[in-house]
């Protein structure tokens, strides 16, 4: 079959406002300059566009026009490594989608633990971070949720005890294992997080002692963390020296 018929039919089967790279078009290292000259006559059709250098969506057609990608869906090529997720957004975009801030950032924070990544897609700028454990699909959205907890203190225009609800939310609709990971994961960040994360799940009623005192065995019992939260908000602040 030839490049320019191979790679028409890989993005056919594309959903409408898909990002990709020729990564995902399941070509040769031979065949990128055939590739290359076959994305260009599609793009001239108006079957694909391009994004920035190397990355192309595919349109999504709607009774008001063509929808662009949303911002999300942007800079997905630059979270994935041969297909794997070695990335994903924090920083107050996160906090943003999760309901924590009504900010929205002129940069996006992109985390991830070997690779530094830096986008510039349209009016999308990203920056570099670096997390704390390895990004995989199965783990960035309890990583998501100890950046919350790490940044709560700093996150524009937070109401404290509504970023407590959503928080314990997100955590009520973990499974054991999950928390189990969760906990895990936590053993990496600053000592504030798992004192934070301790004391939400003891609110929740989250009774596993050994998992419960993993966490408190990893402070220093002298060490008092300052997150200006309310005990008649959380209770359980008092026992995990939070103040």
Excluded: H
Aim: proline share 4%; charged share 25%; no cysteine.
């Amino acid at each position: 079959m030839k490049v320019a018929q191979k790679i028409e039919n890989k993005i056919k089967t594309l959903k409408e406002g898909t990002t990709f790279k020729y990564q995902q078009l399941s070509i040769e290292s031979n065949e990128y300059s055939a590739a290359a000259k076959a994305i260009e006559r599609l793009i001239e059709k108006g079957i694909i566009k391009r994004v920035s250098t190397g990355v192309f969506y595919k349109p999504k057609q709607t009774i008001f026009g063509e929808l662009k990608p949303n911002e999300e869906e942007l800079l997905k090529p630059y979270l994935f490594q041969n297909n794997k997720r070695i990335a994903y957004i924090t920083g107050v975009s996160l906090y943003n989608r999760m309901g924590l801030t009504t900010q929205v950032p002129r940069n996006i924070k992109i985390a991830s633990r070997d690779k530094r990544i830096t986008v510039s897609v349209g009016n999308i700028k990203g920056n570099p971070v670096k997390s704390y454990v390895d990004v995989t699909d199965k783990n960035f959205s309890l990583l998501e949720t100890l950046d919350a907890l790490k940044d709560f203190k700093k996150i524009p225009d937070l109401d404290k005890n509504s970023g407590i609800k959503i928080i314990s939310n997100q955590l009520k609709k973990l499974n054991t294992k999950e928390i189990k990971q969760l906990i895990d994961y936590a053993l990496s960040y600053p000592p504030r997080v798992r004192a934070f994360l301790g004391a939400l799940l003891e609110q929740i009623n989250f009774f596993i002692d050994s998992e419960l005192k993993t966490l408190i065995k990893s402070l220093n019992p002298l060490s008092e963390y300052n997150y200006g939260i309310d005990k008649k908000i959380l209770p359980t602040i008092t026992n995990w020296n939070i103040i």
